[in-house]
């Protein structure tokens, strides 16, 4: 039994840690890597997350794993832990576009971010489930709307944010 659970083990960190990653990375692996973390499938984010509690191990990629979360609007809406869903989301915009790939993978990345989103709302009672979905389809439709400031007029842009600040204004 023990050495299974060790034969386990050393699987899944090999899994985890690519070999050579002491040196850097070829693009392809890199795309390659990136792929694989941008699915909409369950197996895709937890590879994901795996790697990202141990960038350490994929320093030789380069990437970008900085994140402004959920950006303006709330990292956990009503409660609703979308933080980390945004931060997968945030990866792939940034990385993709670094590498010059962004278009060509948006649309993947914003059904990962939805999908990963419905997982989410999944974890939450039956009796709360249907506002975290709602939630979970408007930032999805926010993103894929508005997710790349190339396919959004100025001046779309300028009017929201003196409607935002209008708004704030009011409230006060």
Not at 82 to 91: E, G, M, N
Not at 96 to 120: E, T
Request: aromatic share 14%.
């Amino acid at each position: 039994m023990t050495r299974r659970i060790f034969l386990v083990l050393t699987l899944v960190l090999a899994a985890l840690i690519p070999a050579g990653a002491a040196s850097a990375a070829t693009p392809a692996d890199k795309l390659t890597v990136l792929s694989n973390w941008t699915q909409p499938t369950a197996a895709s984010t937890a590879s994901w997350n795996a790697a990202r509690t141990n960038q350490g191990a994929w320093t030789a990629y380069n990437f970008d794993w900085s994140t402004d979360y959920c950006s303006d609007s709330p990292d956990n809406p009503l409660g609703f832990a979308f933080s980390t869903s945004c931060w997968h989301h945030d990866f792939g915009y940034r990385n993709y576009k670094a590498v010059g790939q962004f278009p060509a993978n948006k649309d993947r990345i914003d059904n990962m971010f939805y999908a990963d989103l419905k997982r989410v709302c999944a974890t939450y009672s039956s009796l709360t489930q249907p506002a975290c979905y709602s939630l979970a389809w408007t930032y999805y439709e926010a993103v894929h709307v508005f997710g790349s400031i190339s396919a959004v007029n100025q001046a779309d842009i300028d009017k929201a944010a003196r409607i935002r600040s209008q708004s704030r204004q009011a409230a006060r």
